[in-house]
């Protein structure tokens, strides 16, 4: 499936040229409007400070507070297993800019991002799903490694599961202002045309509902792709590389990167809920050096 025409969605998202990372600082946000329903996802859309906004947005989360609007506000009460703080991970730049005269974080101008509500039950998301516009929250972050495309990559695959497959859209929009081409191959039911709102319309999008034909569009787009990106809810790292060695004449060790799944609970290493494995049979940290990894790496 090829959608033909150009998005000017992606020309907003290139204005920002601040450092990638705010470190583990402590904000408030702004709901600018209710969870909306596109299809089978759920998306957020935040206002934070500007400062906050990182120029690259693929694999960068914060941290939110659940239960307390923001840290000057009574929490709610009842529910202990709420309060731990849920990652939210950035997928897009909001729409419209707002008028950064009237910002609510003083002297800080409004930056607008849009997040990925998980579909897991969980009683923090669904919170947060249920939080009406202008409602405040509190935040720690961002998080996340840079992990930015090639400059000399020209054909880009994406390889997912329906549930996160917006997770991998940022990397998309940098390819194609790039000049080049990206294929997504997702996960999922054949029938599901979720993801067509929210993706570039020049990326060409395969649906895979069946083991056999996700092998099959594997063998189809390895051979000709330069860099490769994927979620660990598609294909494991062992997996992946198996797919890799079958049809690719080669495994660089920077062609293939993983946005691996991890408990990121606390953004500083400290609770170690979030350890992955990685070659030769030690552990790293995903909220450290991660979320996004190099395949390579994690391959033991």
């Known amino acids: 499936m090829q959608r033909s025409n150009r998005s000017s969605k992606r020309d907003q998202s290139r204005t920002n040229t601040l450092p990638s990372t705010g470190g583990a600082q402590s904000s408030d946000a702004l709901v600018l409007k209710s969870a909306q329903a596109i299809g089978r996802y759920h998306v957020l859309e935040l206002g934070l400070p500007q400062r906050l906004v990182p120029p690259a947005l693929f694999g960068k989360y914060i941290l939110v507070r659940c239960g307390s609007p923001s840290e000057t ?10 309060y731990l703080r849920r990652p939210l991970f950035m997928f897009a730049v909001g729409g419209a800019q707002p008028d950064t005269s009237a910002s609510p974080f003083g002297g800080d101008p409004m930056g607008v ?12 998301y669904a919170w947060l799903a249920k939080l009406p516009a202008a409602a405040r929250l509190n935040l720690l972050g961002p998080f996340g490694r ?7 990559a020209r054909h880009l695959l994406l390889v997912a599961d329906v549930q996160d497959a917006p997770l991998l859209l940022p990397l998309a929009d940098q390819m194609l202002d790039q000049g080049g081409r990206v294929s997504l191959i997702v996960r999922g039911p054949a029938s599901d045309r979720s993801l067509l709102a929210l993706l570039p319309i020049d990326v060409e999008l395969h649906l895979a509902d069946s083991a056999e034909r996700f092998e099959e569009l594997l063998a189809e787009s390895l051979p000709w792709s330069d860099a490769l990106y994927a979620s660990q809810s598609a294909s494991t790292p062992q997996s992946l590389a198996g797919a ?22 606390c953004g500083y290493g400290g609770c170690m809920a979030c350890v992955v494995p990685r070659a ?21």
């Open 73 to 82: 506000e009574e929490p709610v009460r009842g529910n202990w297993e709420i």
């Open 244 to 265: 890799i060695s079958r049809h690719r004449a080669t495994f660089e060790p920077d062609y293939a990167h993983i946005l691996v799944q991890a408990d990121l609970a």
């Open 146 to 152: 840079d992990a930015c495309l090639d400059a000399h």
């Open 113 to 124: 991002l849009r997040f990925l509500l998980p579909a897991a039950l969980d009683p923090g």
């Open 280 to 300: 030769g049979g030690s552990l790293t940290r995903a909220c450290i050096h991660g979320p996004v990894f190099r395949l390579a790496d994690l391959l033991r």
